[in-house]
């Protein structure tokens, strides 16, 4: 490399201009947030936060607040996945909060037990010819609502040009009435076994981590992950290079829907009920989730390790109000700030990046 | 002759609507020719450029391409039959580096049964950026560097070292150095001599009297959608091209157009 570290003709190379990943200065956030709870926890409650093992030998961990940290935030994190792949294009995903909501609604529609203790289902959608189906179905009739979401957006960002905040504010709204309207509002419970298993337990944290190293690996190592940034980042050239940019960006907000949609799935799968409120303002919280983990909002940069920590650091902060003993309404205060804060901070490091080149 | 010729155009025409941006334009490129274009804002010049690389579509009129009528569809098109251009917005991604912007569009992949998931062949990438720097004797400090760290003559220099790269036939640039400072300018014209002894056909657009005179073999004017003058550099001198930007002459053969 030597022979490539000195320029020539005046253009020369500053060091301190070389890229430091955003992902630690996260991680660096994360560790503490953790810090300051935990000198809280010590001060006020006059008890660990995380490092306390109530009187066990095999860890010095409390497993259980690990445990559900990791696990309230794994199925928003899932969408959060695809929110970060929309806003690294440059757009913005409002719809998914409500496309969970309707395609929790019409999967587990198709996810029904015939009887129940007995007696026929009281909750049935169908008649009996669409009881105790294979789990498969569900799985992908939710992930087609997926696709039908997706797709409509994408079309109508990359074809009619309207800003991707109201055509999928425009989504947000009509989703959010096709869950009401499927069932004309009643809940749909009594899910077969193979699907209630889909998100029982630990499973949403399985197929979290699983689907954040999929797509980490998806951004990092293919043409879609370098397209997707490559547009963020400036969409004429782009286009220019020669790059199908709308063709890319209906199969980006495709992704993100399709993973709200499984979202969906495995919400309702573990809650083994479905109802058209569900998934209410998740798409705040993904997209929230994304921002602080440094997906910038003006498009090009983030990663999905940087959303992978967001959403700890989400869970980590919801967790210690808990442990704290704060009522939820401070909790929702402060997540707004937080929110702003980390846009802030965002908006702060790129004009100081500007100001340096 | 015509073996000799690159790039012909007849009667290239592009309205806005009703605007005319470009009419009628005839011109040819010989190969290992240096052609400037100049003329004021708004004259024609990106217009051209842009029906030449397949970014809009003519109105009319015929672009033969090394020996081809050519009908390129989009940018990709035309960069696939050989013709490179460096636009005067670069056209870079600031949040990649510099293999990736060289490649973007034509990536190297392997397992292209994965269709838009294909995997990018990232060694193969980087190892024809390092060959095609050198052919340009571009030195660009940290390759994996997002161009966003780069000064700006780096940044022109990542943006024409496409070309090296990617053996072009025809190489256009579109106000080069507009944007850069003195020893930038002066890296970025090197270049431009580098493809000259190579024997790369140029089109330069340029406003930059001095560096058009040290550069091409010709000059090309447009005024008002209109070529007003088709000037060899021996034949003329710098207040002799002014004259027939601003319109105070025009070349005979052109005049029937006013």
Known sequence: ???????????????????????????????????????????????????????????????????????????????????????????????????????????????????????????????????????????????????????????????????????????????????????????????????????????????????????????????????????????????????????????????????????????????????????????????????????????????ILGTVLGALIFGVIISGFTFLRLDAYYQEMVKGVIIVAAVVLDQWRQRRAASKS | MSNDIILETRDLTKHYGGVHAL???????????????????????STFVRQIT???????????????????????????????TVFQTLALADDLDVPDNLFLGREKTKWDWLGPFRLLDYKAMRDATMAGLEKTAVKIPNLNNPIRNMSGGQRQCVAIARTAT????LTIMDEPTAALGVQETAQVENIIRTLKEAGEPLILISHNMRQVFDLVDRIIVFRRGRICANLRKEDTDGQDVVAYITGAKTQPEYAEAE
């Open chain 2, 54 to 84: 397949g970014v809009e579509q003519r109105t009319r009129g015929e672009i033969i391409f090394d020996g081809q009528p050519a009908q390129f569809a989009g940018p990709l098109d035309a960069r696939e039959a050989g013709i490179e």
């Open chain 1, 1 to 303: 490399m030597s022979d490539h570290s000195h320029g020539i003709g005046g253009l020369t190379f500053d060091r301190s201009k070389r890229a430091w990943p955003n992902e630690i200065n996260v991680l660096g956030a994360l560790v503490l947030i953790i810090v300051i709870f935990e000198a809280l926890g010590a001060y006020l409650m006059g008890q660990s936060f995380l490092f306390d093992s109530n009187e066990r030998f095999d860890s010095i961990f409390n497993e259980a607040r690990l445990r559900i940290i990791i696990l309230q935030v794994s199925i928003i994190g899932i969408i959060a996945i695809g929110v970060t792949q929309v806003i690294i294009t440059g757009g913005i995903d409002l719809s998914s909060g409500s496309v969970v909501g309707a395609t929790a609604m019409i999967a587990m529609s198709f996810a029904q037990v015939a009887e129940v203790n007995g007696y026929p289902n009281p909750k049935a959608i169908f008649g009996p010819g669409l009881m105790d189906l294979p789990v498969l179905v569900p799985i992908v009739v939710g992930l087609i609502c997926g696709v039908i979401a997706g797709a409509i957006n994408g079309m109508l960002i990359a074809y009619t040009r309207i800003p991707p905040f109201i055509a999928t504010l425009g989504m947000m709204v009509t989703a959010r009435g096709v869950a009401k309207w499927w069932s004309k509002g009643n809940p749909v419970s009594f899910p077969t076994d193979s699907y209630a298993g889909i998100g029982s337990g630990m499973m949403p944290v399985v197929w979290f981590v699983a689907l954040a190293v999929l797509f980490h690996l998806i951004l990092k190592y293919t043409v879609y992950g370098k397209h997707t940034y490559a547009i963020g980042s400036n969409e004429d050239g782009a286009r220019m290079a020669g790059i199908n940019v709308a063709r890319h960006k209906v199969l980006v907000y495709v992704i993100a829907a399709m993973l709200a949609s499984f979202a969906a799935i495995i919400l309702s799968s573990k809650n083994l009920t479905a109802q058209a409120g569900m998934g209410l303002v998740y798409e705040l919280d993904a997209i929230a989730m994304a921002v602080i983990g440094g997906v910038s909002l003006s498009g090009g940069r983030g990663s």
């Open chain 2, 23 to 45: 009419e009628g334009a005839n011109f040819t490129l010989r190969k290992g020719e240096h052609v400037a274009i100049m003329g004021d804002n708004g004259a024609g010049k």
């Open chain 2, 166 to 169: 990617f053996h072009s036939k």
